[in-house]
């Protein structure tokens, strides 16, 4: 091993290992994923779909994708699945193109609100290219309001409405959004990425029934190699026969050349796990886990994470929460709220869930003394609160920085958290 690159792995590897892993869309993937993912099929080209591909060659790489296929459809009963898309935002991006069209118009949740950044946000070329339409949520119960959704998708008439969420603690009412696009006439399209692992084991509602498409990355609680899926369903086949083939196209060669393979075989060792009844016990700690935190944070969750608001610490804390929490070992992301008071680079709420730390075998009892670590850490960024004028918040935050980094609460919590964490295993790491 002589490339600078393993000493920095090695780094990282005593990071996850000793650190906790919070953010909600990361997870520890197996070491057979990981076998997979570093295996020699990322040696090879395949542009294409199995049994029509521009390179000779590929007998067993056609195998490997139509197996992954068939287990796609198998776990979440879909009936066409493509593996191809080599991470989310492509996938998203793929499915926009092709059923709105450059231009057309889209609606979606915004990302201020927990939706995704591929939904049409300014920021993403899906907020340019396309007429892009946002619903909120309400700002009192921090959940969807589907009767915005309807006068959204009357009014504008999308040519499909995305169903998904980044940052929403809360079940989803895939028929309730069905009734609106079946009466607009629109394509619906569920992008899962974040609860998957909960929709094909049965703690979600699934999709499958009231949509044309799904989305999902096969990262999240999905628990696979980065990567992403687009399923389609019957219903989807019902409304366009020619829907599967056009995602397909709209993929390859619409936006991407050869798929990479070792990610497509790492996509079906995920899936073959996922298939396993140890898997649904997983996800049901995964729940458990993530409704104990929200407990103790005095929050609520129904799926894999929670959304929790500072405000009651202070102005714009979300930042300097991210930060200390850091120091102290815990890994979570600054995250707006609904109605956000501050501002969206430096947002009022934390976004924190249980995927990883339940990978490692951490139970409630776990969950509430790692949100009492939490509780301590932000009482040390207390009044630490934002400045109001714009101007004054780049330097007022390398200074708070100064000094959260030399807090000796936050060391001593630190030392606790890396004794309690190194004590749990994680795949692939000695
Ligand atoms: C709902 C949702 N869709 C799509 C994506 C994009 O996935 P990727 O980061 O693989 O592009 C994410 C990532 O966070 C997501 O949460």
Redesign the pocket.
């Known amino acids: 091993m002589t490339s600078k690159v393993f000493g920095l792995i090695a780094e990282e590897a005593h990071r996850q290992k000793y650190g906790l892993e919070m953010i909600p869309?990361e997870n520890y993937a197996s070491e057979d994923v990981l076998k997979a993912m570093g295996s020699i099929l990322t040696n090879k080209y395949s542009e294409g779909f199995p049994g029509a591909r521009y390179y000779g060659g590929n007998e067993i790489i056609d195998k490997i994708e139509r197996y992954a296929c068939e287990l796609a459809n198998k776990l979440f009963g879909t009936v066409h699945a493509i593996v191809q898309p080599h991470?989310?935002?492509p996938a998203?991006l793929a499915v926009a193109l092709e059923l709105a069209g450059p231009g057309g118009t889209t609606l979606g949740q915004s990302l201020t609100a927990g939706g995704?950044l591929?939904f049409g946000a300014q920021a993403s070329w899906t907020g340019r290219l396309f007429n892009a339409i946002q619903y909120g949520v309400d700002p009192k119960t921090w959940q969807i309001d589907l009767d915005e959704v309807k006068a959204l998708a009357k009014k504008h008439k999308p040519k499909f409405i995305w169903v998904?969420?980044?940052a929403y603690p809360f079940q989803i009412d895939y028929k309730g959004f069905a009734q609106i696009a079946d009466e607009v006439g629109c394509f619906l399209v569920a992008?899962t990425?974040?609860i998957s692992g909960l929709v094909v084991t049965g703690y979600h509602p699934t999709p499958v029934p009231y949509v044309h498409v799904m989305t999902t990355?096969t990262h999240k609680t999905l628990r696979g190699p980065?990567g992403?899926m687009i399923l389609i369903t019957k219903k989807g086949l019902d409304k366009d026969p020619e829907l599967a083939k056009r995602l397909e196209k709209s993929v390859m060669p619409g936006l991407q050349g050869g798929p990479h393979d070792h990610q497509t075989a790492a996509i079906a060792v995920a899936l073959e796990e996922a298939l396993k009844p140890s898997f649904k016990n997983y996800i049901g700690q995964v729940v458990k886990n993530a409704k104990v935190l929200a407990d103790q944070l005095g929050t609520v969750s129904q799926v894999h994470l929670v959304l929790k608001s500072l405000t009651d610490l202070g102005y714009g804390l979300g930042y300097q929460a991210q930060y200390a929490l850091e120091e102290a070992g815990i890994t979570v992301n600054k995250n707006t709220i609904p109605g956000e008071p501050a501002s969206p680079f430096y947002p009022s709420g934390i976004r924190l869930g249980s995927p990883a730390l339940t990978t490692r075998g951490m139970k409630e009892k776990d969950m509430i003394k790692i949100a009492t670590w939490i509780k301590r850490v932000l009482e040390e960024v207390r009044g630490h609160d934002l400045p109001k004028e714009q101007d004054k918040r780049k330097d007022f935050l390398k200074e708070v920085k100064k000094i959260l980094k030399t807090n000796k609460n936050l060391r001593q919590i630190r030392k606790e958290v890396e004794e309690f964490a190194g004590k749990f295993p994680v795949p692939g790491i000695q």
């Open positions: 869309s991470s989310g935002s998203n995704h591929t998904g969420t980044t992008d990425s974040h990355t980065r992403a």
